[in-house]
C-alpha cells in the first residue's frame, strides 16, 4: 500500500496505449498511477484511494458522468478531474468545464507536459486534507477484520494507540478511548491526559463542541473541515479534521493534522 501523502493519480480511458504511456511518464515524476477503463471502474477506485487528481481521456456521455458522480459524495467532491480535448472550444470541452472538470490540451505526444500541468492543480492543502481521509479509510479497512466485539475494539484502540499520524478514537458520549502517537505530539498531552477528557466538555481538547452538533455528526456519519483545539501549554490551534462515525459499534474515529 503507497504512502498516505504519495501523490495519486488516475487515469480514466479506453486507449490502454494511451494509459501505459501515461502512466510511465507519472510514476517518473514520483505519483502513484492507478488506471480504469470505463466509468463503474473508475468510480469504484475513486472511492477507494482517493487519488489527488483524475485524468480523463473519454468522450463527453461518460465525462460528464463521472464529473457528476464525484461532486455528489462528499469524500470524493474536491477531487480535480482533467478532461483532456483537442480543442478548448468544442462543445464538449465547454460541457465538461461547466459541469465542473479542469479542460486541458491534449498532448499525445508529450506526456511530460501533462504532468506538468497537473502538478500544479494539485494544491499542497488539499493533499493533506485527502491524505486524512485515506487514513480514515485504512482504518475502516482494519476494522472490518477484527470481531465486532468488546475484544474487537480492544484490538483496535491498541493499534490506533501506536500510530504515528495523529488519530483519535471516541465512544458515543465522546470520550476519548484511543489516541495515538502523533495525537499525543500535536496537542502535547500525554496519553492518559487525553483519556480523561471528553470532545464535549466545555474546556476540553476540541474546543466547545455542542451535543447538538456532536449528534448532527453522528446523524451524517462523515465530517471534514476545520476546528480549533487548544494545546498543553493553553494555546488554540487551527486544524483540520476528518472523522468517521461508527468505525466499529461505539466507535468513532478522527484524524487531525495543522490546517
Not at 90 to 119: I, N, Q
Not at 126 to 149: H, N, Q, S, T, V
Request: hydrophobic share 45%.
Amino acid at each position: 500500500m503507497p504512502a498516505a501523502d504519495t501523490r495519486r493519480v488516475l487515469l480514466l480511458g479506453r486507449d490502454e496505449a494511451w494509459r501505459l504511456l501515461t502512466a510511465h511518464a507519472f510514476n517518473e515524476s514520483g505519483y502513484t498511477v492507478y488506471a480504469a477503463a470505463d466509468l463503474l471502474q473508475a468510480v469504484a477506485l475513486t472511492t477507494r484511494i482517493l487519488p489527488d487528481v483524475i485524468v480523463v481521456q473519454f468522450q463527453t456521455p461518460d465525462t460528464l458522468r463521472i464529473l457528476v458522480r464525484l461532486s455528489e459524495e462528499s469524500s470524493t467532491n474536491d477531487i480535480p478531474v482533467v478532461v483532456l480535448t483537442p480543442s478548448l472550444r468544442s462543445p464538449e470541452a465547454r460541457l465538461a468545464h461547466d459541469a465542473g472538470g479542469v479542460t486541458l490540451l491534449s498532448h499525445d505526444t508529450e506526456v511530460d507536459v501533462l504532468v506538468g500541468e497537473v502538478d500544479t492543480l494539485i494544491a499542497a492543502e488539499a493533499r493533506a486534507r485527502r491524505a486524512l481521509k485515506r487514513r480514515l479509510l485504512d482504518i475502516r479497512e482494519l476494522a472490518r477484520l477484527f470481531p465486532a466485539d468488546e475484544q474487537g475494539r480492544d484490538r483496535l484502540r491498541h493499534l490506533i494507540d501506536r500510530l504515528q499520524v495523529a488519530i483519535l478514537a471516541v465512544d458515543a458520549q465522546g470520550r476519548c478511548i484511543a489516541a495515538s502517537e502523533g495525537t499525543t505530539r500535536l496537542t502535547g498531552y500525554s496519553r492518559p491526559q487525553l483519556l480523561s477528557t471528553s470532545v464535549l466538555q466545555e474546556e476540553g481538547l476540541v474546543g466547545q463542541v455542542s451535543v447538538e452538533r456532536w449528534r448532527d455528526f453522528l446523524a451524517d456519519r462523515e465530517y471534514a473541515g476545520t476546528i480549533t483545539i487548544t494545546g498543553r501549554t493553553g494555546e488554540d490551534m487551527t486544524i483540520y479534521a476528518a472523522a468517521v462515525a461508527e468505525i466499529m459499534p461505539g466507535l468513532h474515529v478522527a484524524a487531525f493534522a495543522l490546517a
